[in-house]
Structures are given as structure tokens and as C-alpha cells.
């Protein structure tokens, strides 16, 4: 199952929109976006499910993280209460991997 990322981006937006819980966790959003694509194709089976994850079935976690990640930095109202303090949690971590870069001589510098 294709699906463009303006696709997605349409189907993220919405899902921000209509359930305040996935502004906060890319989990929930991810399981909404898969319940459907479960339901369209009649997966009823763990086995299946993990069947079809394997085979690239269903949209791509780290696609939708992305587009998420775009909508809430260019719709404000997309964002969840705890977009700000996350923020400030990056810095800190970016720093954190900086330094253990600067510690590490076998990590290759990209």
C-alpha cells in the first residue's frame, strides 16, 4: 500500500486535530494510522499484522514522525502542551552527543 507523503501529511493533520492525545506521542498517532489500515485490510491476527509490518505494508513510522514533526512546527495549533518543554530537552540532548562525539574517537564525525 503506496502512500504519498501528502497523503500522510493529510491523514497526521487530521489525526491532530480530531485526538489531542496523539499531539503527544507519536505511539498513538501511529497506532490510529495502523487500527485503519488493519481495518481495510481485514487483519485480525497478530501474526498478520507483524506479516504485513515486515513486508512494508503499512505507512512507515519514521514518515509519520517527520510529517508530524513539520505540521506542529508550522501549525502552532497542531502542537501538544508539552511541545515546548521537549524543545528545550533537544538542545540538551543534541549537546549530550556532541560532547560524546568529542569523547569517542571511533564515531566516525558526519
Known amino acids: 500500500m503506496e502512500v504519498s507523503l501528502k497523503?500522510?501529511?493529510g491523514k497526521v493533520k487530521f489525526l491532530l486535530e480530531t485526538y489531542p492525545d496523539t499531539k503527544e506521542s507519536d505511539n498513538t498517532l501511529i497506532?490510529?494510522?495502523w487500527s485503519e489500515q488493519c481495518e481495510k485490510l481485514n487483519i485480525?491476527?497478530?501474526n498478520d499484522f507483524f506479516k504485513h509490518l515486515t513486508l512494508g505494508t503499512f505507512i512507515n513510522y519514521e514518515s509519520v514522525r517527520r510529517v508530524r514533526q513539520k505540521l506542529q512546527e508550522t501549525y502552532p495549533e497542531l502542537r501538544g502542551v508539552n511541545y515546548s518543554h521537549k524543545k528545550?530537552?533537544?538542545g540538551i540532548?543534541?549537546?549530550d552527543l556532541s560532547s560524546l562525539l568529542?569523547?569517542?574517537p571511533e564515531i566516525?564525525?558526519?
Open 7 to 9: 497523503g500522510i501529511a
Open 31 to 33: 497506532k490510529h494510522i
Open 44 to 46: 485480525c491476527t497478530t
Open 88 to 90: 528545550k530537552k533537544q
Open 93 to 95: 540532548i543534541v549537546g
Open 102 to 104: 568529542n569523547e569517542v
Open 108 to 110: 566516525k564525525k558526519v
